[in-house]
T-cell receptor, first 115, second 114 residues
Framework: DAGVIQSPRHEVTEMGQEVTLRCKPISGHDYLFWYRQTMMRGLELLIYFNNNVPIDDSGMPEDRFSAKMPNASFSTLKIQPSEPRDSAVYFC?????????????FGPGTRLLVL | TQLLEQSPQFLSIQEGENLTVYCNSSSVFSSLQWYRQEPGEGPVLLVTVVTGGEVKKLKRLTFQFGDARKDSSLHITAAQPGDTGLYLCAGKYAGGTSYGKLTFGQGTILTVHP
């Protein structure tokens, strides 16, 4: 299995631009998570999906952030417009199992820098 | 707000030394996990503990879950340079309505010098 795939691995953009991060979960997993990691705040859960349906988006910072999961094998996290404080590493993770207690498998992350 | 406090934040030791990392909360966990993260990669699960008082061993790593399921520790015996990395604890709180949601501690950056 290829594991969780994220693209791009690195993204440098200017303030005000739209940024789209992509994730392909492990085949067969029914949970998908988006996290953000910074030195100041650590690893924070932004949103997670179960069977393509958003379950908890309470971690999404503000309306500039949106996430979609149009099918079981693809999800996007979009930031529009981007701001320098959005600079972070964004991880996607997927899992399977009853009530999401299964192991979460993380992708390699997307390192975002907003200038 | 449910918080997971992890300590110490930084740990720098010599090869062969022992160390312990702690993870504490005022709330009860239904389960707790420990992850290890290397630079440029995502966290990788080491262990999951679910029963109060549970002890699990993974080679030189020993994980303990507190009797009241509010705290956990990770002990590494005879640390090696390959143990260097960021160690994260993550808990799912008992009684939570958001299934599958994990709360992560701030992490412990461990450096083991040869």
């Amino acid at each position: 299995d290829a594991g969780v795939i994220q693209s791009p691995r690195h993204e440098v953009t200017e303030m005000g631009q739209e940024v789209t991060l992509r994730c392909k979960p492990i085949s067969g997993h029914d949970y998908l998570f988006w996290y953000r990691q910074t030195m100041m705040r650590g690893l924070e859960l932004l949103i997670y999906f179960n069977n393509n349906v958003p379950i908890d988006d309470s971690g999404m910072p503000e309306d500039r952030f949106s996430a979609k999961m149009p099918n079981a094998s693809f999800s996007t996290l979009k930031i529009q417009p981007s701001e320098p404080r959005d600079s972070a590493v964004y991880f996607c993770a997927s899992s399977s199992g009853l009530a999401g207690l299964g192991t979460q498998y993380f992708g390699p992350g997307t390192r975002l820098l907003v200038l | 707000t449910q918080l997971l406090e992890q300590s110490p934040q930084f740990l720098s030791i010599q090869e062969g030394e022992n160390l312990t990392v702690y993870c504490n909360s005022s709330s009860v966990f239904s389960s707790l996990q420990w992850y290890r993260q290397e630079p440029g990669e995502g966290p990788v699960l080491l262990v999951t503990v679910v029963t109060g008082g549970e002890v699990k061993k993974l080679k030189r790593l020993t994980f303990q879950f507190g009797d009241a399921r509010k705290d956990s520790s990770l002990h590494i015996t005879a640390a090696q340079p390959g143990d260097t990395g960021l160690y994260l604890c993550a808990g799912k709180y008992a009684g939570g309505t958001s299934y599958g949601k994990l709360t992560f501690g701030q992490g412990t950056i461990l450096t083991v010098h040869p």
